[in-house]
């Protein structure tokens, strides 16, 4: 990338951009309309670029958008403060509005903002920031090998302009972290091959091999290994262990909602493994999302769920979740359990 300025960089595009005047009759002119093109007005393209970048930024949090949405007001926010917003209230932040809490993806949003920060059209410091926080979502929402590579690439450019030394080697250790996971899809595609050698293997022989299929079905036991790493990584970091299964917890035991909105509203509108029923959603309980709150009671059976309230809450009031939607940091002891597997259940999770 060329040295200096965004403005500077601009007017020098703009300036090399600005077009010829036509040539004299001496220079062997061979006429046409006689008018001049419009010159290229320097000063008025930055002012109009100036514009154009400050609208890509959120209007809560004043950053350049990594991950855009337009909201219901038809502004355009950043996923995670616009949602963080709607949790606590029900209006537009920038009118004030009544406002619900359907979000829309601003696919050209995000790809002019991509052009902008890759044409180097921002400071240096805006471009650090905007590589490391699209490195960051896109690494955390990793659903495929091309969205790790793409992190991947977004953290080294990160590490390419960050100076400070403590700074980059936290941005060195999430490029190993990232490289880690690279290896995922790899071992699953090693699994699948060595899976279908053995499925061909077993139609040569006709079933000349063990009759136990078990110690072959590898993509099972990576689906549990996978689960098993998931524990390892989350119990050191404080966020205790994701229950897989219903107990009586004591009142004041403390527990932490998964904070992924979308999988949490899913989860209470199914019934919980062993549950009869759904605890079924109430919009308000996205404002849960995340939280860490103590357990008011253990619910019905029959919808293997908890009473809670979040902790520190200015309001009284609580809601049932499932067990499978939450973390468990501690159980407090004692005889305090207040189960029952007749407590009652109201609509939408409150209780």
Known sequence: KAAGSPRQRLGRVLRASKPKPPPSKSEGSTGGTGESQRPVDCEKAIAALSRVIERCKCPISH??????????????????????WLREKKTSPVTNAPMGRRLVPAVATRQTVGDLVEDSFVDKETTLNFFLDRGRLRSAGAGCAPELEA????????????????????????????????????????????????????????????????????????????????????????????MTEWMRLPRGSRVKIISNLAELERLCERPAPGADGAVRWNPDMSRWAGSVCTV????????????LKQEDASEDRSFQFPFDALFLLSAVGGSGVNASDESGSSSGGES
């Open 151 to 242: 992190a991947q690439k977004d953290l080294q450019r990160a590490l390419a302009l960050v100076a400070s030394p403590s700074q980059r080697k936290v941005i060195e250790f999430q490029i190993r972290a990232v490289a880690w996971m690279q290896e995922g899809p790899r071992l699953v595609a090693e699994a699948r091959g060595l899976q279908n050698g053995v499925s061909e293997v077993e139609g040569d022989t006709h079933g000349q091999l063990s009759a136990n299929p078990e110690p072959l079905a590898l993509s099972s036991w990576m689906m549990d290994f996978a689960d098993a790493a998931r524990q390892v990584l989350l119990t050191p970091l404080g966020e205790g262990r994701r």
């Open 296 to 307: 008011q009671r253990t619910g019905r059976r029959a919808l293997r769920d908890y009473v």
């Open 63 to 84: 950053q350049l958008l990594i991950d855009p949405v337009m909201a219901e007001d038809g502004t355009i926010y950043e996923r995670k403060c616009i949602e963080r």
